[in-house]
């Protein structure tokens, strides 16, 4: 089966047994040739502050705990932070914020993430996105969003006995849980689907994780104060609360 055909995701994911075989073959994957070709002349051309640097150039799997209650979903890579690093949410601003914040909530050992060798570690929490691969101006086209859903849907359900929460950082993410839902949990979406907010919460029946909606830690949210770091430590007291921690 090839790595380049539109289908992969959904073929492959399925059978995958456990989340570290999962990682390592979604980022390996190649099914969406407009950000295959963006991420990896991102990787080629570089930001010159990174020149010497070699980057990651592939699709950025999740991190974290294998048996969290937690998830923080996002919408995907940034070119010069995860595409760079290799891990989600590492290696520029928006990762800054987001892990600092994890750290204050005692959900992480260090408030930095800077490489994949760091020795960061999530306790509770797992971190992921809807769309693997970063996408020129962080916009996946729908199509790209959906040939990407079936990674983020067998990443949940390899944590479903133990996730009580999704925290979602944005509208992006907060559309891609709906999906999510009929895939891993066989539950019809809400009709008509809650509209996102910062704070919006979402439950569902027993067995079914909460959707906790929380603005993007994106730099246009952050340096403007849309998204302050008390916001945050509000949002990650209360996703502890919702997972019983
Ligand atoms: S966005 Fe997802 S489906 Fe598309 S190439 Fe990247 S990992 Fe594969």
Same mark, same amino acid.
């Given at each position: ?42 990787? $080629?051309? =570089? ?35 995860? #595409? ?7 290696? %520029? ?15 992480? #050992? ?14 509770? $929490? ?11 101006? #962080? ?48 539950? =019809? ?31 246009? #949210? ?18 502890? %609360?919702?997972?019983?921690?």
């Amino acid at each position: 089966m090839t790595r380049d055909a539109p289908d992969y995701p959904a073929r492959v994911a399925p059978a995958i047994a456990d989340l570290s075989r999962l990682d390592g073959v979604i980022s390996e994957c190649r099914a969406c040739p407009r950000l295959v070709a963006w991420r990896e002349e991102v990787a $080629t051309t =570089k930001r010159a502050a990174f020149r010497h640097q070699e980057y990651w150039g592939r699709p950025v799997p999740g991190f974290g705990a294998v048996d969290a209650e937690i998830g923080l979903l996002g919408l995907a890579p940034a070119a010069h932070g995860g #595409n760079r690093t290799g891990r989600i949410f590492t290696g %520029d601003r928006s990762g800054d914020v987001l892990f600092a914040a994890l750290h204050r909530a005692g959900l992480a #050992n260090q408030p930095t993430s800077v490489s994949r060798d760091d020795g960061l570690q999530l306790a509770h $929490t797992r971190v992921f996105s809807a769309v693997r691969c970063a996408p020129p101006d #962080n916009k996946p086209t729908p199509a790209e969003r959906d040939t990407c859903a079936p990674w983020l849907h067998r990443e949940l359900e390899l944590i479903r006995p133990t996730l009580r929460v999704v925290v979602a950082l944005g509208g992006f993410a907060w559309s891609a849980f709906w999906p999510a839902l009929r895939a891993v949990y066989g539950m =019809k979406p809400p009709t008509p689907r809650p509209a996102f907010g910062h704070g919006t919460l979402w439950r569902g029946p027993a067995g079914v994780p909460a959707l906790l909606g929380c603005y993007h830690v994106s730099q246009q #949210n952050t340096f403007t104060g849309r998204l302050t770091p008390a916001m945050l430590d509000d949002v990650f007291a209360r996703a502890k %609360d919702l997972a019983g921690l």
